[in-house]
């Protein structure tokens, strides 16, 4: 037995010939590439883009990991994340633009509100988890339309013209599909991938993933936790939450000057 | 309104000051920090080890990505990863030790199996997901023990030794946990997060990331989906599962010729 050396450098990093194959044959069955661009970011959430990328990972997508510029990028935490696509680099025909929980400094920069101002009304679909609802908000895209986040971000939506739902489900308003954290990624990505390409397939993917769940404390909601424990969990949050929220109102803000500039 | 400037680099990449307080004041609450190395390689799964990184970042540990060299790897596929610590950093005192799926070429390499079989019966608690449970395997740290896997490599878990789980549950025994994939990462990681820190703190950080999931289609095990759509699947993934049939055997094969020399 000698030491294996069987890696492969592309320019997203080291892969191997077996996950070249895989994702080759996966390909080969898909009549078109999608083209799904997910926003990174100093500070993201690995946990709320992570079901869009394995999801459209197994439907044979191109995956553009999007941010300002190709820098090392911390997920939080201990995720260092080498962005793939620039803002310019960013087409104009993307199947599907993907943000999840992105810093409050973040959602009110005005560089990025410009992005998904531009990009985000031009995609076919829109998926925004957790703290990435307000993301959309400050950038116009809720305006007007239901949408649900985190259980924190839930009361916070109306500051950014849209209409508050509450509750585990994705909520789905036209082209845009918001959900909570966490699995709220493989929900709204399977229903995208649905509304893109059929249930037959969408299914197949949930298959695939073998996405049957098991929480194992069944406290996974408010309502599922009780109002002790959420008394608890919402103090831990309080700062941070307080940081979206003015940064929520400050962003949109900036958004409607220079709409109203115009 | 003028462009922001918050990003604050580490040696993880670039952050904002909002993250950090947020860490900060998760990691004052904690006794002392848990330490979770998550293996990466080329070509890794992303979705495999993220409940890992998610959960135990919530609870305020110390996340090492680790890989033999700190070369970019691309998770598959599109995510560029930096692995943070090597094998020769990895300490022996880690609290956890996590596999997702990584590609057959690496669940037979000597170099990754003498880690595992080092490092994975140092560790307090180990995790595998999908086909890390494999990974597990060729190491040997699966003889005689009850595992699960997701349901192709279920039935190749006696090759390594290990007495095969099949269904949607985590399997405990000792202090080795194994999980299908995707979700199962965030049910392993909750089950351990309560026998290292207790429930309380294990079910408050389910509800933090509010993990409510609603499984689009109900097709997420062979039994949900049924015979069909299980027939397609598996015909889709065969020639990636022979990949990883013979090189479990092979793998294993040679951790079982080096403890006999030994």
Known sequence: MSEQNYTVNTPYGLTTPSIQALVAAGRAQQPALLKVGIFVSPGFMPMDINGAQSVFTIAGAEIHLIWKHKELVEGYIGWPTMPTMTFEECPDDLDVLVVGMVPPEVIEDPAVIGFFADKGRKAKYVIGTCYGSLMLGTAGLLEGKRATSNSNVVPMLPDVGATPVSGSEVVIDGNIYTS????????????????????????LVELAIEYDPRPPF????????????????QSMTAPLNQLYHAAAKRGYAGYQALQTGR
Chains 1, 2 share one sequence.
């Open 180 to 203: 909570g954290p966490a699995t709220g990624s493989f929900d709204a990505s399977l229903r995208v991938l649905q509304a893109l390409r059929g249930e037959e397939l969408a299914a």
């Open 218 to 233: 069944g406290t996974g909601s408010p309502e599922l936790a009780g109002a002790e424990m959420t008394g608890i969990a």
